[in-house]
């Protein structure tokens, strides 16, 4: 088992990681001073595949209930956090109760806001399914909810108590989405860690066959360099930004389609590509280093056409993003491999690059 | 002017107290780094007071708008912070801008939790007009709304940017809400300071008379002793109870007369009675300082008559309330003047205590 520890002084917190860790949970939660009454939130799907299981597991240790919720992003919004609240109350839940996210990041993103909001804050364990939020969203105490049509505007900065990998709950998991984490996870190598970048381009095979073993190491690399990166920046003031590589063409790319046809994941992926160009035309990165990083990125996998996305909505989309500051649009840029900085794009620059990028579609 | 401050590392703030000090909002707001960009938030008739001369000196300085709130407990919910973060949002706010809470407690609460939650936290500076707001709420960063039937039930404790406190307000406040206010100041000299407790007694008639220069004094007392418990215990896990002294009292019989007929000073006026005679009965503190003591709180004015409310009513109030743990009804106690003491209650001699109390009324 690899154990990775967040340095958050009062609210750090250990994320642990190993193939079969969900047939441990009953032991392992109880040895992390968990009380006694647990609630386990996932959606049907999950929930069939995972929580029946992990019930059973736990009730040899606690009281522990399930609680159902809608799957999907368009519910995740306070309609679905309410009807958690309601059921808490219902059940005579505590300050001592304690919230399980089985799932994704959307059902974690939820759950991690009920129990920030529920009595002022509630305990909460991170167990996620995905690649994406086992790399990613379950790491760093982002919590939070959509409100109307603006993403994660309702939220919290709020810690969990414990996040728990079993990366064996990545079999079940669709090609494409798995393929969609792979993106997030070459993304730290990209902009904290060259040897790493190179380790997941040497293991790419093997790391597509979803080797356990093989797994828990990148799963667990990934989520050192999280780790590392929000502790030092809890509260997303500067550092903490340079995970957002990718990011600012990904959410614009995302808002564009509406959030459909193509995944978080793929869009990041587009996102790399296109901050990695932008470097280059910025005179920061080396061509032969752009185009190793580009080549990397596209061995993941096929990336859904964008050719019907024009610059002009992508620029749009941008201006309306919440990380656009003091009238610029910020972007994370790669000096070299494992190396960033923070930069104005420049509209005209962010528009050519754009262009090239969906004509070569 | 008074400055207390909140030791809590980088969440720490400053606490300003001073007659006059609404009149110096532009600069003094400006002294303590707030972003440009400015949401008063107030209901109509805080608004009319003091919002409208406050918005004319910020917008000195700032960009200020307000933001009207229904006036009342029965408001302080979701459906209120709901509007908030739709005007924030039609207004295009970004991590940047500062919403002011300028009013009562409930005004406080939902404004923080909406700061809370809004972008996953923004600043917020509570200027409370309320004595109970001035010494009490305002202070230590619980933040929170009622869901459904139950107070407070969803929250978060967020720490303000900074407390703004002008005791010139108090001169517009009701001579019973201003009374409601004095059973929290006293609470204070009896759970931490018999110095204090000696100095208000003293001072009681010029207190009542809302002597601006003994008001701030004594506001200030009471803010640098919240502080202090608050930064020791930020989260509320034990020192902080102790704030508490009257509450287990006071929030059963609140809940009984459902919010009607009875302040919540008045609740912990009562409940501070009641809590000294059951410290007496325990033999925990000598009968002639519970004598003492319950003279001090009949001293600041008449509480209103409690003889409908039996102790078995309050029983199985108290049965529910969130404060009842393994199966114990906690009551914050005292030893001495300044030094407490937490026990179960003991439910018999809670009940026989509450009967000998409503008799006498």
Known sequence: MKTVHVHLGERGYDILIAPGLLEKAGDLFLKNRVGKRIFVVANDDVFQLY??????????????????????????????????????????????????????????????????????????IQVPTTLVSQVDSSVGG?????????????????????????????????EREFQSGLYEVVKYGLIYDAEFLSYLDCHLEAIKQRDPAILEQVIGRCCEIKAEITSLDER??????????????????????????????????????????????????????AEHIEGVVRKIG?????????????????????????????????????????QPGGEAEISEIWEELRSAC
């Open 236 to 289: 997303e003031s500067d550092l903490r930004r340079i995970l957002n590589f990718g990011h600012t063409f990904a959410h614009a790319l995302e808002a564009v389609n509406a959030f459909q046809g193509i995944t978080h994941g793929e869009a990041v992926g587009y996102g790399m590509v296109a901050a990695t160009r932008l470097s280059r035309s910025k005179g920061l990165l080396k061509p032969e280093q």
């Open 302 to 342: 096929p990336l859904p056409s964008i050719e019907d996305v024009s610059a002009e909505r992508m620029l749009e989309s941008m201006e309306r993003d919440k990380k656009r500051k003091e009238g610029q649009i910020m972007v994370v840029l790669l000096k070299e491999i494992g190396r960033t900085l923070i």
């Open 142 to 174: 982002k919590t939070g909810v959509n409100y109307h049509l603006a993403k994660n505007m309702i939220g919290a900065f709020y810690q969990p108590h414990l996040v728990y990998i079993d990366p064996n709950t990545l079999s079940s998991l669709p």
């Open 51 to 124: 929580g029946q299981s992990l019930l059973e597991q736990l009730r040899e240790r606690f009281e522990a209930t399930e609680i159902l919720i809608p799957d999907g992003e368009k519910h995740k919004n306070l309609v679905t956090v309410e009807n958690i609240y309601t059921y808490l109350i219902a059940q005579g839940a505590d300050r001592d109760a304690t919230l399980v996210a089985l799932g994704g990041g959307v059902t974690g993103d939820i759950v991690g806001f009920a129990a920030a909001t529920f009595l002022r804050g509630i305990r909460y």
